[in-house]
């Protein structure tokens, strides 16, 4: 092999910045469990947002076919995305806007950082976004002495905090209004010392400490929640307004958006702003859709810049089982009915993405080796739920299982020691892969019936079966197994037995 | 009809009562049980695992020992292994090569029923105490298990042939569609979530007040039960097939050797 660039990277490239779990996932979800606070926060808000999607879903008669145009068009899009990502480029372009292109997180650091400091300014306000939070941009920022100030409301209180968002669309949903009037108290300079717990006095002190932001910033920084190929249009979907004055106000605006979110036209927006708001919050409509296009001269920001990422994206397209993993809207219908996120919260997973679709998604984008991810595709116990919410039919189990078998074959050795799980699935393959290896198992069922003792129940067991016996019994096992009794005692089907009319 | 019924493993080795009521049931409606010797497991737990190389036998087996002429359909008292034989043995062939088993398994898959749509859809039956005897004089309860709900689709199909069981009083399971939390080894790597997830499901079945909590699933049973049972609660678990077998005549013990999965004996 040759040492010279030969202007080709190495296949795949995998994303890096926020991505990973950087604990093991039963580690980390020990502990949050463990926070009775966030688990009632979390409960109340999951289960309101919850009942809201079922509700507003329920009004429309053709929701599985939105959810099937959605998915088909999300498809297409992937099949096709070299081809879309030009067009859309070409019409971008063409309209006055500047497209910069991204390989990974630093890549769009640099080049976000350098288009702040061409405009001599040192601060920026932000539009709530994923892309920005994956890459770490204000981190970045911050080490380059630039400040970036988060205008969506929980966004800001996350910010204040100097905490992590645990939730990709209400990055604040494990802290309760008490716990936000406290930290409003205790970060914003300018407050009223009066500020009570109530939502509205809440979201008006943000506000006002918000709105000179708004007012003096000279730079905006965005994600994107489409971008339509056909006309090179941008598309940010909000519930607050602050988006929409960010996107309009400042003099130059730089939007950071996954090449993934591309649609390939105008018209197939009609089916995501159905799903999405619906999905998402439980609305029927969002009250912000912002639309761009290029610079219009004399109105808005005259300039305009794009920075397509990919961080991975590609990586994950590769993948031929995994791939529609990307089709996701971020809308967090899957994190908002899942019963793992909802009792651990948004941090156990480490990753930007958390609940199912970061489950699967964050080791997709970053490769199953990278720190603890291969940890996150066991954080559920694939209950389906996530895949029945999913606006674009993301098949989120099955994505989970594949990722596993991922996992246990890039540890597959001959050199290492077995692992307890690998002797008992191994085990396992001798005694289930013949009727009559199980039945020699079964023989030994008296066996277990002298480990239960006169309880009949098995309290303790040691290794990985300690997970089991540490909140749950197993009941003593049968003298005889099916099988046996089957072939000693059931007659002919005449005699018709009864089950229970004999224990052995 | 002539049926082939699949045990299942846990049912086998833990459960043999489940099995054996599933047996009565068909047998009462005068169709021919048959127990293919070769059967041991559908090889879910290998392949949720993420463990495909070693689940590639189990389904194999499972294939050999269902792919006959010699019955009209299969039958098993469990959604998720069911889901399993009719949803994963044909991608656990694709996934390691093999285009044959692919296409055997998808025979098999297709004449394979879970046993509440068996009932409903091929046997017609809609009430059981009219149709099959069926009296229990119980107050229970009914969680729907996941893989029943998501991946089949049974609906109300279980529910609906428990509520017409004579003498049976049914109480609605609040939060029923929330799992409880056994996802097979997810229990063990998991186990503190999973825990979590099935201490709510157990305060809301004791919080009906129903002595049993019923079900079709005997691994999610287990786990309720095995939960119920640690807590020391009174309510145990039981399959919907050893409900629907139970007569007034021959009605079925709550207390035995093994029955219950949790409750005191």
Known sequence: ?504 | MKIALFATCIVDAMYPRTARATVTILERLGHEVVFPQGQACCGQMHVNSGYFKEALPVVANHVKAFDTDDYDVAVAPSGSCVASVKHQHEMVARRCGDAALEARAAVVGAKTYELSQLLTDVLGISNAAEQLGSYFPHKVTYHPSCHGMRLLRLEDRQLNLLASVGGIEMVALPEADQCCGFGGTFSMKNADVSSAMNADKAANICGTGAELCSGGDASCLLHIGGGLSRQGSEVGTLHFAEILASTLENPVTVTGEVQLAGGKR
């Not at chain 1, 409960?43 to 076919?65: N, S």
């Not at chain 1, 645990?166 to 949903?173: G, N």
């Not at chain 1, 039919?393 to 994505?399: D, G, M, Q, R």
Request: glycine residues 8%; negative net charge.
């Open chain 1, 1 to 504: 092999m040759s040492n010279t660039f030969l202007g080709m990277p190495t296949l795949p490239v995998f994303g890096h910045g926020n991505l990973n779990a950087t604990e093991p996932f039963p580690k980390a979800a020990r502990r949050e469990l463990a926070n009775t606070q966030l688990r009632a926060n979390l409960g109340h808000a999951t289960h309101t947002i919850r009942d809201k999607r079922l509700k507003v879903v329920a009004e429309l008669p053709d929701w599985e076919e939105l959810r099937n145009a959605g998915s088909a068009i999300k498809n297409a899009t992937m099949a096709n995305l070299p081809a879309l990502l030009e067009q859309f480029e070409a019409n971008f372009t063409a309209r006055g806007g500047i497209i910069h292109w991204a390989r990974d997180a630093q890549e769009a650091n640099e080049i976000v950082t350098d288009l702040i400091r061409a405009t001599g300014e040192t601060e920026v306000v932000k539009v709530k976004s994923m892309a920005t939070q994956e890459i770490g941009l204000n981190e970045y920022l911050e080490e380059q002495g630039i400040a970036a100030f988060e205008t969506d409301l929980a966004e800001l209180i996350v910010q204040l905090d100097h905490d992590k968002p645990s939730h990709i669309l209400v990055p604040a949903i494990h802290k309760n209004r008490s716990q936000i009037r406290e930290i409003f108290l205790r970060e914003m300079a300018d407050v009223d010392p009066a500020l009570t717990d109530d939502p509205a006095r809440l979201a008006e002190a943000a506000r006002k400490h918000l709105r000179k932001k708004f007012l003096s910033a000279k730079v905006a920084v965005s994600g994107a929640n489409f971008g339509l190929a056909d006309t090179g249009t941008l598309t940010v979907v909000e519930s607050e307004g602050n988006g929409r004055m960010c996107l309009t106000l400042p003099e130059t605006l730089i939007t950071v958006m996954g090449i993934e979110k591309l649609l390939p036209s105008w018209t197939d927006l009609e089916v995501f702003m159905q799903l999405l708001p619906r999905s998402s919050t439980g609305e029927r409509m969002n009250p912000y859709t912002s639309l761009w296009t290029g610079v219009t001269p004399g109105d808005g920001p005259q300039n305009v810049h794009l920075v397509m990422l990919d961080n991975g994206r590609t990586a994950a397209l590769a993948d031929e089982m995994g791939r529609t993993a990307l089709n996701c809207i971020r809308c967090s219908a899957c994190m908002n009915v899942c019963p793992v996120y909802e009792r651990t919260g948004g941090h156990a997973y480490g990753s930007t993405y958390p609940g199912p679709i970061g489950a699967i998604l964050s080791p997709l984008m970053t490769g199953i080796k990278s720190e603890e991810n291969n940890s996150l595709p066991y954080a559920s116990s694939l209950c389906g739920a996530c895949y029945d919410a999913c606006p674009v039919k993301i098949n989120i189990p099955e994505i989970l299982v594949h990722l596993r078998g991922e996992d246990v074959d890039s540890k597959r050795s001959k050199t290492k020691a077995p692992t307890q799980m690998d002797l008992m699935m191994k085990g396992a393959q001798w005694a289930f892969s013949s009727g009559s290896h199980l039945n020699l198992l079964e023989k030994g069922l008296p066996l277990g019936k002298l480990v239960a003792g006169r309880n009949k129940v098995i309290k303790k067991l040691p290794g990985l079966a300690a997970g089991w016996t540490q909140s749950r019994d197993i009941p003593a096992p049968p003298s005889q197994s099916f099988r046996q009794w089957w072939a000693t005692e059931h007659q002919a089907p005449a005699g018709v037995e009864h089950p229970e009319g004999d224990q052995a």
